[in-house]
């Protein structure tokens, strides 16, 4: 099975910081994806790639920054962390330029204090 | 750009009866449509999903939905539920051409609880 792996589960910062969320996959997709899942908002595209060091801006990317140097690792980036960047993140990714179904990861859960 | 609402942001359910959960989307191309499920404190899972064909479409646990082009509606359906499909359900689309990269577009979800 794919396995797609989130570094943290629960992740506690304060305002300011410089904050990493890793992720990495097991089954050489091409396609990764970050997520933000709040309540009564569903989940939204923060940012994609579709390529290694190639990315794409989704509807969300105000505020993060992502970095794909190898193809199973996806960062996301949090230059100055605020607390309206408290939320569940969700890593996923998908084979091709089908991708027709996301594998996800299990979610980091950020506090920013 | 394609957008996707759920219409019941909370559906309670007693055990062994049928449930429906509603999803309208909006997008000026072909679509693919999909359901997830989110279990508690895991990440979501595909239930099912409407590639082209037959309207209906079976899924998982016993999982159906209907893609209706006229009404752009893709409705969820279980005629009897359990405990266990207590969760979060997410409906998404995407854009049915390669350029899309597999990104999805998700509504708000529904949060189906079961009661015995």
């Known amino acids: 099975d794919v396995k797609v792996t989130q570094s943290s589960r629960y992740l506690v910062k304060r305002t300011g910081e410089k904050v990493f969320l890793e992720c990495v996959q097991d089954m050489d997709h091409e396609n990764m994806f970050w997520y933000r899942q709040d309540p009564g908002l569903g989940l939204r595209l923060i940012y994609f790639?579709?390529?290694?060091?190639?990315?794409e801006k989704g509807d969300i990317p105000e505020g993060y920054s992502v970095s794909r140097e190898k193809k199973e690792r996806f960062s996301l980036i949090l230059e100055s962390a605020s607390t309206n960047q408290t939320s569940m993140y969700l890593c996923?990714?998908?084979?091709?330029?089908?991708?027709?179904?996301?594998?996800f990861g299990s979610g980091t859960q950020l506090s920013v204090l | 750009a394609q957008s996707v609402t759920q219409l019941d942001s909370q559906v309670p359910v007693f055990e062994e009866a049928p449930v429906e959960l509603r999803c309208n989307y909006s997008?000026?191309?072909?679509?693919?449509l999909f359901w997830y499920v989110q279990y508690p404190n895991q990440g979501l899972q595909l239930l099912l999903k409407?590639?082209?064909?037959?309207?209906l479409v079976k899924g998982i646990n016993g999982f159906e939905a209907e893609f209706n082009k006229s009404q752009t509606s893709f409705h969820l359906r279980k005629p009897s539920v359990h405990i266990s499909d207590t969760a979060e359900y997410f409906c998404?689309?995407?854009?049915?051409?390669?350029?899309?990269?597999?990104?999805?577009?998700f509504g708000q979800g529904t949060i189906l609880t079961v009661h015995p």
């Open positions: 997008s000026s191309v072909s679509v693919y």
């Open positions: 998404a689309v995407r854009t049915s051409g390669t350029t899309s990269y597999g990104k999805l577009t």
């Open positions: 409407y590639l082209s064909g037959s309207t």
């Open positions: 996923a990714s998908s084979p091709g330029t089908g991708g027709e179904k996301l594998f």
């Open positions: 790639s579709y390529d290694v060091k190639m990315k």
